[in-house]
């Protein structure tokens, strides 16, 4: 049978799935090879191609994977990271940023019956009083259970009325697949969150500075009697360069999960993995990967000849206060920024916006707002 007659018998749709597979003749998911048919830029650089080459993804165990660039929210790698999942004990940075909204950190707060909540505890009985901000050390280091429901209890008036407001939160910082059942953490139906959205949520706990204190503590003494000593359970803490936060977590359902930020050189990344084999050496490859593979750009600085602009016959200025996007290191050479007016700005509002794109897409978008450089 001649060749070309194959793909007559073949149903509609398989015959195109195989000319596409044909048409893409063999090329992978990894960093794109401009052509020189494609529109420019027509070709990567020899230095670009090999910096595109070398930028694999580390091999990981876990099955749930976030990078996250923390200033402007961008995942820089990402596996099944949206889907949804058992949170662990990750959910108490969700309770521990609620409780800093509601409570005050030298608040006293008495234990009721309700703090007997198994496996993980810190030893906390009911009738006993500690403070807000004690409660919170046992919340996020040695991630105690009962420390969770004493502070729900404490700044939410009761269980359900603190796990509606972690919810409205959750909404609030835009988790979109993210929903609490209770404080701790323990498996629940109804309560789930993804890799992508715990990405988020550590990277806005960090913008907390008690919060970003505690998380970034080793050990924390609590003066008795009776006397309590609370360890951080984070693995990389003191042990990999930039580490100053994150948060563990175990239950049957989750798996091993971890989520870690670093900074270094004033950039933020955060990495978070779930049901992991070995969430430490998983997070630690991601972190490194970040800081190899990516370079934070000013992108303001090339854009700086569009700034001023004139609408309407008057002369106007813009500027924009930050635009620092993370780059994979074979694109620095192929970002494009774009300044986009608003037809109509508010008086006070933001005048536009400066879009900054890549050859994969969309790295960030700023606001322009109305006077020159500062």
Not at 24 to 29: E, K, M, N, Q, S
Not at 47 to 69: F, G, I, K
Not at 124 to 129: R, Y
Not at 157 to 170: C, D, L, T
């Amino acid at each position: 049978m001649p060749r070309a007659a194959v793909s007559c018998l073949l149903p509609r749709r398989v015959a195109l799935w195989l000319a596409a597979l044909v048409l893409l003749g063999g090329v992978g998911f990894g960093p794109p090879q401009w052509l020189e048919r494609d529109s420019a830029p027509t070709a990567l650089a020899p230095a670009a191609a090999r910096a595109a080459q070398a930028a694999r993804p580390p091999v990981l165990t876990a099955r749930n994977v976030a990078l996250l660039d923390a200033a402007t929210g961008r995942l820089l790698y990402a596996r099944a990271a949206e889907e949804r999942v058992a949170p662990a004990s990750l959910t108490k940075m969700m309770t521990a940023l609620v409780a800093l909204e509601l409570g005050q950190p030298q608040q006293r707060i008495t234990a009721t019956p309700d703090v007997y909540v198994e496996p993980v505890v810190i030893g906390l009985d009911a009738g006993e009083t500690m403070t807000l901000e004690d409660l919170l050390y046992g919340l996020l280091l040695p991630s105690g259970n009962d420390a969770a429901m004493a502070i729900a209890e404490g700044v939410g008036g009761s269980i359900p009325q603190f796990v509606a407001a972690m919810n409205r939160k959750a909404a609030e910082l835009g988790l979109r697949n993210t929903h609490f059942m209770n404080p701790h953490g323990l498996d629940q139906p109804g309560h789930y969150s993804t890799a992508y959205d715990l990405a988020r949520l550590l990277a806005a706990l960090m913008q907390q500075p008690l919060a970003a204190r505690i998380v970034g503590t080793r050990v924390h003494t609590v003066p008795g009697p009776p006397l309590y000593q609370f360890r951080n359970s984070n693995p990389l803490l003191g042990v990999v360069p930039g580490v100053d936060g994150g948060k563990t977590g175990f239950t049957d359902l989750a798996g091993r999960c971890l989520a870690v930020t670093a900074q270094r050189e004033g950039h933020r990344v955060v990495a978070v993995v779930l049901n992991s084999q070995n969430p430490g050496q998983d997070a630690q490859a991601l972190l490194e990967f970040a800081y190899t593979h990516f370079e934070w750009v000013d992108a303001a600085q090339p854009a700086a000849r569009l700034l001023e602009y004139q609408r309407d016959r008057e002369r106007l200025q813009a500027r924009v206060d930050a635009a620092t996007v993370a780059v994979p290191l074979w694109e620095r050479a192929y970002l494009r920024v774009q300044v986009l007016l608003e037809e109509a700005a508010a008086p006070t509002g933001p005048l536009g916006r400066l879009r900054v794109e890549s050859p994969l897409g969309l790295l960030g978008e700023f606001p322009l707002l109305a006077g020159g450089a500062r």
